[in-house]
């Protein structure tokens, strides 16, 4: 069965227009953009339209060169107009990721990209966990209580497989978890003991039926383009004995929104600060 997150959705758009409606001005949301690919670009105006409708300011500035972005990202840390910051790809090729998103206040860094806010995580208090982690988070509280529950985790990048299952284990949370990744020998056989498996490899439709157990359910955080078609990491005939979140407007959706929160966040820290 495909999942209905439309209710997770709605809750969370109230949630923020009732906070952005007590706050004395409109947040504002920086977007920076070295090298922007058509891709990013038509990321960049869905951000936008959603930010509007939500209230909240957006802006976008463009930093070509590694030297402008060195410049740019301390700048706009430091100005009290900009409630949160987030970096699109790609970067140029004469600085890290490290390096970049160091740059961006731990207290503007909305995407939860900056070592301090990913730090944080690891003693269970997170400020602004990366948001695609947090937004699977989300999902799974919103179908189930995660306690004791056992989650495969399929991919170990910085922004969501690593964070994903930090986050999962904190105190409260407290599902057990197992993450795989490239390496892993007989991926289907952990999957298939799991109540909960997150797929986020980037590969579309990577996995199919053979890897999940009937009734399990499964969160695909894939975005794909196929002969302009997008496609999850996960074969959409799992739907047939699992349940699956969508493709597009599940995860993906869901991480739009909690970017959009943790600007208002940052707006309501800065005001009491």
Known sequence: M?????????SIVENIKE????????PKLAAVTCQPEPSTLSYLRSQEKQAKRLGIEFAVYEAPKASDLKLLLPRLS???S????????????????LEAV??????KDVEGRNPINLGDILYDSPTFPPCTAEAVLRIIKY?????????????????????????LL??????????????????????KSSDIVVVAIGRAKSFGKDYFTPGSTVIDVGINVENEEIYGDVDPSVAEICDLTPVPGGVGRITT????????????????Y
């Open 143 to 167: 179908l189930t209580n995660p306690s004791g529950k056992k989650i495969s985790v399929i991919g170990r990048s910085v922004t969501v497989g690593k964070p994903l299952a930090m986050l």
């Open 170 to 191: 904190q105190k409260g949370i407290d599902a057990t978890v197992t993450v795989c990744h490239s390496r892993t020998k007989d991926i289907a056989e952990i999957t």
């Open 2 to 10: 495909i999942l209905n997150l439309e209710p997770l959705c709605s």
């Open 102 to 107: 160091s740059l961006i206040s731990p207290e």
């Open 19 to 26: 906070r952005v409606s007590k706050l004395p001005k409109a």
């Open 257 to 272: 929104l909690v970017l959009m929160e943790h600007t208002v966040k940052a707006a309501e820290m800065a005001r009491r």
């Open 78 to 80: 430091a100005d009290n």
């Open 82 to 97: 900009v409630s949160g910051i987030f970096l699109t790809h790609p970067l140029p090729t004469d600085i890290s990721e």
